[in-house]
């Protein structure tokens, strides 16, 4: 069986909440985060947040909603095809 995962990268403010903002994001559409990485920018107003799902659907939605959130500066899809 071939799985999608979806690679997200997210500029986000550096603000206590916004990480839970933007995993509520996931929940609602019960989408289970396989990976996080979240590392600050040199100036610390930013973060660049690294979100690895699986087999998304309606990722073009899922998406939208991150751009809406107000601490979302950018939300770009990098997607990879693997085999299990």
Do not use: Y
Not at 62 to 71: P, T, Y
Request: aromatic share 2%; with cysteine.
């Amino acid at each position: 069986m071939q799985h999608v995962d979806h690679t997200l990268v997210l500029t986000v403010r550096n603000q206590p909440g916004v990480l839970v903002r933007i995993a509520h994001v996931f929940a609602r559409r019960g989408c289970n985060i396989r990976s996080l990485r979240v590392e600050p920018h040199a100036d610390e107003q930013w973060s660049t947040m690294t979100i690895i799902v699986r087999d998304v659907p309606r990722l073009d939605q899922m998406i939208h909603q991150l751009q809406k959130l107000i601490d979302v500066s950018t939300v770009k899809d990098h997607t990879a095809v693997q085999k299990n």
